[in-house]
Every structure is written in C-alpha cells, then in structure tokens.
C-alpha cells in the first residue's frame, strides 16, 4: 500500500516536498516511482529511483526535481524546485512487481499539486 502525502498550491518558483509510504518490510528492495497526470493528459513518468539509490528522470524536470529514497522509514520522496505552472498534475507514486512474467502496478492515491503563474 502506498500513501503519498505534500501536494499543495504553490506559485511558479517554489517548491514542495511530496512524500510516499510504502508498507511492507521489503519496501528496500522494491523500484519506486513518480508520475504525473495533468487535466485532459495521459500519465506520465517523473522520476524513478532503484533499490540501491540510483535515480532517473523525465527531461522536463531534470535539474529541477529530485528523488530520493529512506529505506528505514519505507519513504521515498520528490523534491520539486522552481516549480512552473506546466508542472500542475496530480502526482502519483508507483512500484511494481513481476507476477509470473507479467507487470503487476501499485499506485499510490495521488497527491494534487498546483503551480500558480
């Protein structure tokens, strides 16, 4: 189960922290995620972070956006700087597993975040 928490207004140039607990005592081990989905857009993909730390992100945020991930507290994060208004989505966190070949999503409950021009 997921719950992500930190959505909020903010205007252009700020920022907000969003945060995702995970429960369950393998939440190390498991590849987490952000995405994003605007009014009248499909999901899209954030920023994604490994077990072991190593992270990626979307073109449209790199630079601005971080992940990051606290394996004792099953948490991870999404610090957003200089936030834009395009950035206006609600904002989902994701994992997954592998159910005999097949992808199985977790999602978490969304988390709205507006960016005022």
């Known amino acids: 189960q997921l719950q992500a928490s930190g959505g909020g207004l903010v205007q252009a140039g700020g920022s907000l922290r969003l945060s995702c607990a995970a429960s369950?005592?393998?939440?190390?081990?498991?590849?987490m995620g952000w995405y994003r989905q605007a009014p009248g857009e499909q999901r899209e993909l954030v920023a994604t972070?490994?077990?072991?730390?190593?992270?990626n992100y979307a073109g449209s945020v790199k630079g601005r956006f971080t992940i990051s991930r606290d394996n004792a507290k099953n948490t991870v994060y999404l610090q957003m700087n200089s936030l834009k208004p395009v950035d206006t989505a609600v904002y989902y966190c994701?994992?997954?597993?592998?159910?005999?070949?097949?992808?199985?999503?977790?999602w978490g409950q969304g988390t709205l975040v507006t960016v005022s021009s």
């Open positions: 972070i490994s077990s072991s730390g190593s992270a």
């Open positions: 994701n994992t997954f597993v592998y159910l005999l070949g097949k992808r199985i999503d977790y």
């Open positions: 369950g005592s393998t939440f190390s081990f498991y590849f």
